[in-house]
């Protein structure tokens, strides 16, 4: 009998939240557990293995000068590398920093400044080694993950959709809150996956799972500011979980050039 | 089915029968399907009784915005046409086709049990209802989840007396009044006295009216309702000249215009999802994680996706632009020569429910003025290939 295939996960700077959608699995668990030997998991247990593993599962941006050495030896350790969550994909909610002045940040918050060592900006995993697959989201969606972990184990292309949220959106029947409700919602921009659970609860899409394919954000920018949103707002809604994300990135520094100008 | 003349045994009820008329269809095995007003809009979805109907309540229908307001009368269907058509009751937009075990074994789900009858379909849906019968049921091979859903339903019409902000089912000659494919269709009369006039579309329904207390139509009551159906004729929100478009589209495959519409576009699949008469869907296969068995999933699809067009080595209809065209064209044009009739009936949804407000009937005025056979040089061809393998 072959060995079972060996999953590792790693953590960079985020919130743990990714890495616990798998143990969220709680139906799924066992039969996970037999598709792979979780070789190193500190949230699941404190037995590690050490690598070289077959899929490696990264959680977590890169905000520290350690960790963008850390990252490359993970890569050097692992068939597969996928990233999982808005930080780890885009930068996070800390990407925030890469408009400001961390040193700043750093004088005031810590009693011995000295004592730290970060960057200037915190970066997706993507920026510093190659990846194999991006899975989005904030948190990630469980079954998007073991549809990837699944997909991986099968050699197969996971079905995982670069869409708008307004697809299934759609499919829910849900009415839109954008058109129906006078709500400012960036779903028709951002990548399904969630299962458009904010638009169900009416409320706007909040851009969690980054930006969707082909996004066309200039022109959602443009009818919210003829819907009277201001821009301030604007930038705030896109400069979110995934505000480091090229789209969100460059529409929101417009606006801010726009209304400087 | 027999198509009876429309004014043939023409009745009028007063508005508490539509409680009998939705007990005698429930009595006979029907899960009823009517509007009701779920998060502030007008969406079909099952009723018992004229309590769940949006009695008293209208529609404001324009580019990107849609809101309900009171009216100041107690019509019931004093709105124009949900979010939503009935496509979702007949092409469902997630079905599970068949499972499969590793061993082998296929199984394949049970159609539904109960027959579904829609109330207060408009003639526009009632048309897509037609193209979708075209689409799904009369090519080479019919479908068969639409024809289980299909064959088996009831419709209760509605005439449109107050058309709204977005609709032009005047324009693609496919309202106000209902035309054929119903087994009763009513107009709703807020004269002095609140009434419908009905009429059998078909044996069944006749059958049906003739369980409901009526009386018999009155040459005033037809006068009426005759005048309010020609009114709306003329009322209409939007409205798009259709006549030579197809060789319009197909003049224009290179117009700058396309461009121009792509800089609004987001692709966000809106317009495909809501439109009555758009049918695509893509299959999934979801295999169980120890891989004994998968379910088949059918879901609807949009060609505005970049996956919608993606054959090896790349989408074939990389940029918005493509998509778009490919969208409208279709709709419009090459429509007809697939499927022997037009994809579009005036609804308006694609206007209502775009994010960004863009509009059909609008964008087609465009190509008529910029059109390019009306410039000297001679640019319409065959597509231009973009893209290529990436």
Partial sequence: MTAIPTLAVFKFASCDGCQLSLLDCEDELLAVADMVQIANFPEASREVAPGPYDIVLVEGSITTRHDAERIREVRRQTDVLVTIGACATAGGIQALRNWSDVDGFVQQVYAHPDYIDTLATSTPIADHVPVDFE???????????????????????????????????????????????????LGPVTQAGCGAICPSYHRGCYACFGPAESPNVGSLVDHLRGEGVEPGDLVAMLRGFNAWAEPFRSASDRIEEGSRA | ???????????????????????????????????????????????????????????????????????????????????????????????????????????????ADAPLAFLGVRACELAAIHVQDRVLLEGPVADPVYRSNRDRLFIVAVDCTEPGGTCFCASTGTGPAAGEGFDIAMVELLDATHRFLARAGTDLGAEVLAALPSRPARSDDQEQAGRHVAEARTAMGRSVDLDGVEELLYANAVNPHWEDIARRCLACTNCTMVCPTCFCTTAEDRPSLDLASFDRVRLWDSCFTLDFSYIHGGPVRSSVSARYRQWMTHKLASWHAQFGTGGCVGCGRCITWCPVGIDLTEEVRRFRDTDLRRIAVPVAGPFPVEGGPR
């Avoid at chain 2, 029968?17 to 005698?24: G, H, R, S, V």
């Avoid at chain 2, 269907?77 to 074994?105: I, M, N, S």
Wanted: with cysteine.
């Fill in chain 2, 1 to 111: 089915m027999t198509q009876r003349s429309a004014t043939d045994a023409a009745v009028v009820f007063d508005p508490a029968t539509i409680d009998l008329l939705i007990a005698e269809l429930s009595d006979r095995g029907y899960t009823v399907l009517g509007p009701r007003v779920v998060s502030d809009a007008i969406v079909y979805g099952p009723v018992t009784s004229s309590s769940d109907l949006p009695v008293g309540i209208r529609d404001r229908q324009d580019a990107a915005s849609y809101r309900l307001e009171d009216r100041d009368d107690d019509a019931v269907f004093g709105y124009v046409c949900g979010p939503q058509g009935w496509k979702r009751f007949l092409h469902p937009p997630e079905t599970t086709l068949f499972t499969a075990a590793a061993d082998g074994d296929v199984s394949f789900p049970p159609p």
């Fill in chain 1, 135 to 185: 899975l989005r989201g904030c948190p990630v969606n469980k079954y998007q993950l073991l549809e990837v972990i699944a997909a991986y184990l099968h050699h197969r292309r996971p079905n995982v959709s670069r869409h708008s949220v307004c697809l299934p959106c759609k499919r829910k029947g849900n009415v839109c809150v954008a058109v129906a409700h006078g709500t400012a919602c």
